[in-house]
Nanobody, 121 residues
Framework: QVQLVESGGGLVQPGGSLRLSCAPS????????MGWYRQAPGKQRELVAT???????NYADSVKGRFTISSDNAKNTVYLQMNSLKPEDTAIYYC???????????????WGQGTQVTVSS
């Protein structure tokens, strides 16, 4: 079974930056797309940003111009650079991947355990 391993969360002051990383825990056949979602207390999980294997990106309006999603296809790793962070960015950030684990299998949807991002002075 494949797990997504996230890192990079933490506490930062408003206006600060953080970089999240996520990668599968073992080698996989191929990745179609990866992305980041977040869930704040009392709110539903929402999309933050996604990137396909062809580097097509999509962002939530609330993070456009502040967050940048990128990937290293050789390492099957996705990154989320978060700049100009605001208190309203405080949430648990979840990594997501649509991938094929083994040759001959179809696409499956995987989620990480989540990493806490807190923006506070």
């Amino acid at each position: 079974q494949v797990q997504l391993v996230e890192s990079g969360g933490g506490l930062v002051q408003p206006g600060g930056s953080l970089r999240l990383s996520c990668a599968p825990s073992r080698s996989i056949f191929s990745i179609y797309a990866m992305g980041w979602y977040r869930q704040a207390p009392g709110k539903q999980r929402e999309l933050v940003a996604t990137i396909t294997s062809g580097s097509i990106t999509n962002y939530a309006d609330s993070v456009k111009g502040r967050f940048t999603i990128s990937s290293d296809n050789a390492k099957n790793t996705v990154y989320l650079q978060m700049n100009s962070l605001k208190p309203e960015d405080t949430a648990i950030y979840y990594c997501n991947a649509l991938l094929t684990y083994r040759i001959g299998q179809g696409l499956s949807d995987y989620w990480g355990q989540g990493t806490q991002v807190t923006v506070s002075s």
